[in-house]
């Protein structure tokens, strides 16, 4: 397409735009109102998504070893542990620190354990984490079989239902991103559709008089493009401003963080800018077609 | 030979035989009056030229090619060596007049500076002189149909059709409209002209075929037209 | 006195002065003609009668009720007073034939029997048995123009107000149509006709307003026109 | 209005709806997809409140008992506790029970607390539970003060935060459902709008010919309820499905129940229906009155 032309469809959208107001208006605040809904869907879908994988990271693995382990013994079976694979990190918990962490549990200061028991009933322990919460179940498994390993535990139980929830939490939170996506390309569709019926008869006209399909085409793919982007720009603009002030008002809830890398965020913000550009297109692409053919 | 019509027929989805076994031939250069009653197919006929409406049956050729056969992509092309006057005038409401005018050019990829010198002389020639800057919306029903001819003309096209033009124009308009489409035929286009304007009819001496029910019922290149 | 103007000028919102200083008095049962030039302001003059457009300035009475201060709730019993044929047809593109007439006769309000009676009544006086099914996109321009006659007469209204109803016509269906409007003015109704067919005029011997740049030039109530 | 007129207009309505295919689709599909998802939001609202309502209802006092207080004490500071505003619930927790349930939360069978202790540390306790939750850390300093009551618990901090959390995620969610209404408010009538404006010719010539707004008005109004219910209809039927076979799938997670009552669908599904309707009638009225002004 020669440099001409271009500039030449574009200044013909242009005018369109600015001559069926009615049409303009009702395009762009479909597509800003649809972007608009979506992004927040996105955004409360990332938070989840993030506060999921903190609850999952937490889950981890108990090691008790047999009571008369000698310390040497007991660092061999930190290494033991530190080479299966899937490990992240291994942490020693004596049994004092044990002691300490129940009698914290049951009420400090309120009753003195140490003093109530004449000598300490728990063992010396090992704390581990692993890269991928999922395999601590398999983990869990192999350290038991390990020499001076008493027990393991997890919370068995509790860590399959947690991991029970997060799937379905993912789940559908994946299966309403993706209806608001259709339900965002078949409204703005919907609405452009309408648009172009509205002026049907003009594309008619123009087919009358020797108009290619493309020569009609290009102006009401730039209103697309303009009407998608344009929408889309507002909608980032409320999301932007509605997301700060959302930062700053929960902060209250230092325990569940909400994302706020500028960089995760800026992508967001492209990406629903290239959304609504792309949904532009595609809804005059969709829709021109059945009334070019004349 | 520039439109030759082989037994064409016309009967709508709905129906209703429009065209009725139409033969006929247009040389290169002629002016041809289309007459006949309200509801005869005059406009029918008209839009086959330009594959508006396609025949039921029969054959159309134009500078021999087939319109009947014709490939989608082959559309436009003919009908940019057409100028097209129609009965309803189909201007784009939202465009000015010259806008209007400057379309029809824009769509055949004349250059920027034959539409800015071109555009300003047929609204003048047709008499909108100062009506350049109105919408559609804002002109008399005579003043539209001027428009639609200006756009007609504005390509210098090899064959003009034009579906009762005058119908909205007074007596003096019409004759400086017909003066004009003369002159242009005097220039070489074939001029097709339906029209239900006796006096016009009378006064050209050109050829006149008659329409009724579908059928050609006089075609008469004398021109001597009397009813 | 049915219908009286008082120096009413009509300036539109782009600044067209479309009709300048015009007194005018139409008496119960007249038969008038509007002529002159296209532009000359017949379609904006025809427009103040039902209010579609106020004056700039000037006062009009219909039957001694101002229609400029009129309130926007009593222009409907206006319109409803009158049958209006409008020079672009203004058919309802998605009723039929019988249902576009119906529905004039539903607006004001007429029995279901009623309605059933006169609609193919009047779709016969203007020619068209036989296409009362079809939608006006299926219809010739002269097919689809008497659609519109035949709605504006349905009603059987006081004033009947035709803005160029024959200009898509042959001369033998004009004609009809013609002596189908005299003979609702001979059983009482005002009829306001804008026309460009002098011959139509010539014939008819009725009161003739010349109109030029928006003024009238002649109201000659004789009907002895000549041009 | 008179029986003749309503039958009229109704006809008159099914008619434009039978031949204005494409206005006709466009306007249900836009609503059932708007109500689609405003009933899936609220729906998912309704469970999230539900389950939070789960997790502060599980939100308990524990009080300790001194370790000399005697059976009939024990008995007077039960009664004394039901008798304060707000106590919903009393169960007394015996020191043998107490730690039966702590050698559980250690890992059954792995250690024998009862064979490694010489006396039971552990007191006697009762468990406490509130009539609202929220009034649990005014309650507890209440029991606090009882003669005989040595310490209480309720999670400090751990509630504090539950409370903060399903403070906030009611907020986002009325916040988001309120959001999403608008937005069918807004697309609905955006959509019926165009649909009009598609027919601002036709209008603005039954003005001309006589007909009042009213006449002109009511096939439209009949036409926004017709459209409005059926496109709500449609998602009804979309949304009872999908959530019964959710509901089918998802019993697995039997800890976190579903909303099945069918009184409590059934009222969301009529609400919905009303919603389309008013909103189909609303959008037409926003949206006639500036085509009727000829
Ligand atoms: N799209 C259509 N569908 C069905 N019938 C049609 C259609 N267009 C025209 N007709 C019918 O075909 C016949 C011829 O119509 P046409 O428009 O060719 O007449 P015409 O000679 O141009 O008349 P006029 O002088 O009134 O314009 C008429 O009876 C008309 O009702
Ligand atoms: N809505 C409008 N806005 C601005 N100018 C208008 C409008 N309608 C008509 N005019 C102008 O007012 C003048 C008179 O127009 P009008 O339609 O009354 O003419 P007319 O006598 O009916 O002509 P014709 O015979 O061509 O129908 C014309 O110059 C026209 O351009
Ligand atoms: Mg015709
Ligand atoms: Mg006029």
Known sequence: MRMRNIIYFIKEAMKSLRRNTLLTFATISTASICILILGIAVLITMN??????????????????????????IASIKDSIKNIAGVKEVKFVSCEEALENLQESLGKDKYDLKETLEKNPLPDSYQIKTVNPHDVPEIAKRIELLANVKAVTYGKGIVERLFEVTKWV???????????????????????RLAIYARRKEIYLMKL?????????????????????????????????????????????????????????????ISLLITGMFLGVLGTLISINRFLDV | MLVQFYNVSKIYPNGVKALDDISLKIDRGEFLFLM???????????????????????????????????KRSEIPSLRRSMGIVFQDFKLLESKTVSENVAFAMEVVGARNHEIKN??????????????????????????????????????????????????????????????????????????????????????????????????????????????
């Open chain 2, 36 to 70: 006949g009653p309200s509801g005869a197919g005059k406009s029918t006929l008209i839009k086959m030229l330009f594959r508006e409406e396609k025949p039921t049956r029969g054959q159309i050729f134009i500078a021999s090619r087939s319109v009947v056969r014709m």
């Open chain 2, 118 to 227: 071109r555009v300003p002389e047929v609204i003048n020639m047709v008499g909108l002189k100062g009506k350049e800057d109105a919408f559609p919306g804002q002109l008399s029903g005579g003043e539209q149909q001027r428009v639609g001819i200006a756009r007609a003309i504005a390509n210098q096209p090899l064959i003009l059709i034009a579906d009762e033009p005058t119908g909205n124009l007074d007596i003096d308009t019409s004759n400086e409209i017909m003066d004009l489409l003369y002159s242009i035929n005097r220039k070489g286009t074939t001029i097709i002209m339906a029209t239900h304007a006796r006096e016009i009819v009378k006064a050209a001496h050109k050829r006149v075929i008659m329409l009724e029910k579908g059928r050609i019922i006089t075609d008469d290149s004398s021109g001597d037209y009397a009813l």
């Open chain 1, 209 to 269: 008089i020797g108009a290619t399909d493309g020569f009609i085409r290009w102006p009401f793919f730039i209103e697309g493009i303009i009407l998608g982007s344009f929408g889309a720009a507002i909608s980032i603009v409320v999301l932007a401003l509605g997301y700060q002030s959302l930062i700053v008002r929960m902060d209250s809830l230092f325990f569940l963080p909400l994302i706020t890398g500028q960089d995760a965020l800026l992508v967001l913000y």
């Open chain 1, 48 to 73: 989840a998504s993030q506060f999921m994988n903190k609850l999952e990271s937490d889950v981890e693995i108990i090691a008790y070893m047999e009571k008369d382990t000698s310390g040497t013994q």
């Open chain 1, 170 to 192: 993912r789940l559908v939170s994946i299966f309403l991103i993706g209806l608001l996506a259709f339900g965002a390309i078949f409204l703005i569709a919907t609405t452009i």
